[in-house]
């Protein structure tokens, strides 16, 4: 079984930044892809960024050039650095994990994710 526990959401302003962090716990094998989903009120959940072990990633439009994702795998974390936050940002987000290793990196669709944390907010205002 895999456990996964997000925090770092917070309230900041516009072009400010975040980090978020994911903690894992559970075989290593159940989290060969990680990634982080959005989801904001009345919206389907999306995704933001994943990645397989190895370190390939896939990044949604929206957030290329603003958004890193990154894992310590000694620590058994994931992080999302989010940087240069707009209003449009805000939602909660979700750290996801799943057993498929995915060699071009994960897909960005929730389906392709078992494991699902709780949801840490983030609210940007304007």
Known sequence: QVQLVESGGASVQAGGSLRLSCSASGYTTTRRSMG??????????????????????????AVKGRFTISQDNAKNTLYLQM??????DTAMYYCAA???????????????????????QVTVSS
């Open 36 to 61: 982080w989903f959005r989801q904001a009120p009345g919206q389907k959940r999306e995704g933001v960024a994943t990645t397989n072990r190895d370190g390939t990633t896939n990044y949604a439009e």
């Open 83 to 88: 940087n240069s936050l707009k209003p449009e």
């Open 98 to 120: 799943d057993s498929i290793f995915w060699s071009r990196g994960p897909p960005l669709g929730a389906e392709a994710f078992r494991y699902w944390g709780q949801g840490t």
